[in-house]
Structure formats: C-alpha cells, structure tokens
C-alpha cells in the first residue's frame, strides 16, 4: 500500500513569490493534515481537511491556504513568500478525523531566497 | 491550546543500554499520545501510541506510558541499537476538535556503537 506522497520534494522560490504544493493520502484515508517544521518552531499544525472541508486551522497567516478535492488529495498555498516561510512543509493522512492516527509523508523542502 | 514539553532534547547512549524520553502535556483533555521517529531527510513515522485508557502499551523493544493525573507519558527504547538514532517526537490530540496534533520539540537520540 503506497504511502502519502508529496510533490515537489525541494523547491526554491524567491520572496514575493507563490507556491503550491501537492499531497496524495494513503488510499482510504479522507483527512489531510498540513505542518510547518523548522528548526526553531518545530511542528506546528497548519490546517486539516476532511471530506473537502476544512475542519482545523492552526495560528497562520491568511497568506497560508490549502484545499481538498474529491479523491481526498489536497494542495496548499502560500502566497507573497517571506523569508521565514522556508521550511519543510508535512502533509499527513489518516482513515477519518477526530483523533485518528496521522502518518507523514516525506514532506516538501522549501526554500525561500 | 494544549502545550506539550519533552526532555530532554538531545540524549547519547552506548548500544545495548535503554534510552526514555519524557513528555507533559498540559490539556487534561487530550486523549490520544502518538511518539514518532524522524530520520535524517524523511518525514516522521509513528512507532507507537497510546490512549488515555491504558496506562502502558508495548511493542518488542519500544514502550509507552502515561500517568494522566500527572499529565505525562514518556519512550522507552531498551537494548538500544544505532539503527534508533534519530530524532523523536511525542505529540497530544484531543480528538474531538479533528486531528489537531501538539507536539514536542523534539529529542535527538544517537546510540554510541
């Protein structure tokens, strides 16, 4: 059973700059999570979709967006890039929400210059 | 919001000997404690968790507890192995607003040959 996949795997973009990034859940799972990692703020939730809802948001800027599609794959967005947006960026799947457990795909390298 | 410590955050072992790792969480409502394992350049995968009904769960050389009165649940890695090096990562949900998980900031365990 193939895991969750996430494209791209390294991007660069300059300040100013959008960018999408993809992600496909396992097969079967209908959540999809996004997290931010970085060195000094660790994981941090972004958003979470369930059935092309967004059920959670965590404390981001408007400037971060994601959306879920019918198959349950999901993108996010992150509009007029600053330098602190660089960050590895981790979408997680799970069956259903409300507590499920989560599992990680490789994550989306961003770096922005 | 829930807020979740671990220590320590970084922990060297010689091979053979047990490492554990300690989280609090300060939400009484959480009810759902997931420790995950992250290599270098991969995303985090879940090794083992546990739910506010058991007070431990084991599997081979790995364990968890959790003592919800004092609100923290601590990794216990026994006959440690280099192939354990990595960081580690608890994280809290309760469940019942989605799959918002908290988590800690992380332990970077190295197992000395």
């Known amino acids: 059973k193939a895991g969750v996949t996430q494209t791209p795997r390294y991007l660069i973009k300059t300040r100013g700059q959008q960018v999408t990034l993809s992600c496909s859940p396992i097969s079967g799972h209908r959540s999809v999570s996004w997290y931010q990692q970085t060195p000094g703020q660790g994981l941090q939730f972004l958003f979470e979709y369930f059935s092309e809802t967004q059920r959670n948001k965590g404390n981001f800027p408007g400037r971060f967006s994601g959306r879920q599609f019918s198959n349950s794959r999901s993108e996010m967005n992150v509009s007029t890039l600053e330098l602190g947006d660089s960050a590895l960026y981790l979408c997680?799947?799970?069956?259903?929400?409300?507590?499920?457990?989560?599992?990680f795909g490789e994550g989306s390298w961003l770096t922005v210059v | 919001g829930e807020n979740v410590e671990q220590h320590p955050s970084t922990l060297s072992v010689q091979e053979g000997d047990s490492a554990v790792i300690k989280c609090t969480y300060s939400d009484s409502a959480s009810n759902y404690f997931p420790w995950y394992k992250q290599e270098l350049g991969k995303g985090p995968q879940l090794i083992i968790d546990?739910?506010?009904?058991?007070g431990e769960k084991k599997d081979q050389r790995i364990a968890v507890t959790l003592n919800k009165t004092a609100k923290h649940f601590s990794l216990h890695i026994t006959e440690t192995q280099p192939e354990d090096s990595a960081v580690y990562f608890c994280?809290?949900?309760?469940?019942?607003?989605?799959?918002?998980?908290?988590f800690g900031t992380g332990t970077s365990l190295t197992v000395i040959p």
């Open positions: 994280a809290a949900s309760k469940g019942v607003a989605g799959n918002q998980f908290y």
């Open positions: 997680a799947s799970s069956l259903d929400t409300g507590g499920n457990t989560i599992y």
């Open positions: 546990i739910r506010s009904n058991v």
